[in-house]
């Protein structure tokens, strides 16, 4: 199987900062890697698609670059509808990440 | 627009099968590159995908529980349905469905999800 790992797991961040997240997975994916994001009691929302492509209707200010086993989420200028929580999810075999919550400093 | 809807038991016993069915609209299983999966997630952790059937009736499962979940789709009803046995108290968790994102397999869209708890 394959397995995901996030990092960091909590991220304390202001409204402006530039955000990032790192995934990574026990064996190359090559771009099959989805990122979404979940607030709390909704279900979870597709942000990017094939490790950099961006979702219909996403805000440019999110983007995901990466190949192999290495990939990052950037958020390039923190907004207050953004604190929520992060997963990456390989499509290979569909596993998910266990999550990076992003919270208010 | 492409909504879907979970269905089934709110509550279950321990041992008891669990059946789920979810009712969508908005596109049709019997096209070409069309999926429909089952993802779960326990309360205050994280998302775990359980399983996944195309519209060619080719069907993916989560190697830890593959022996207990079985997926089939009703294309004239636009339903598919996730049945899983031998329920535990650990499987008390959020289940969503969800729609694959044509081309790729990642969700493009989700279903509310549906809260089920497991205890005697």
């Known amino acids: 199987d394959i397995q995901m790992t996030q990092s960091p797991s909590t991220l304390s961040a202001s409204v402006g900062d530039r955000v990032t997240i790192t995934c990574r997975a026990s064996q190359s994916i090559s771009s099959w890697l989805a990122w979404y994001q979940q607030k709390p009691g909704k279900a979870p929302k597709l942000l990017i698609y094939k490790a950099s492509s961006l979702e219909s209707g996403v805000p440019s200010r999110f983007s995901g670059s990466g190949s192999g086993t290495e990939f990052t989420l950037t958020i390039s200028s923190l907004q207050p509808d953004d604190f929520a929580t992060y997963y990456c999810q390989q499509y290979n075999s569909y596993t998910f990440g266990p999550g990076t919550k992003v919270d208010i400093k | 627009q492409i909504t879907l809807k979970e269905s089934g038991p709110t509550l279950v016993k321990p041992t008891q099968t669990l059946t789920l069915t979810c009712t969508f609209s908005g596109f049709s299983l019997s096209t070409s590159g069309v999926g429909v999966g089952w993802i779960r997630q326990p309360p205050g952790k994280a998302l775990e995908w359980l399983a996944l059937?195309?519209?060619?009736?080719?069907?993916r499962y989560s190697p830890s529980l593959k022996s207990r979940l079985t997926i089939t789709k009703d294309t004239s009803k636009n339903q598919v349905v996730l049945t899983m046995t031998n329920m535990d108290p650990v499987d008390t968790a959020t289940y969503y469905c969800?729609?694959?994102?044509?081309?790729?397999?990642?969700?493009?869209?989700w279903g509310q999800g549906t809260l089920v708890t497991v205890s005697s």
């Open positions: 969800a729609h694959r994102k044509l081309h790729t397999n990642a969700i493009d869209y």
């Open positions: 059937i195309y519209w060619d009736d080719d069907k």
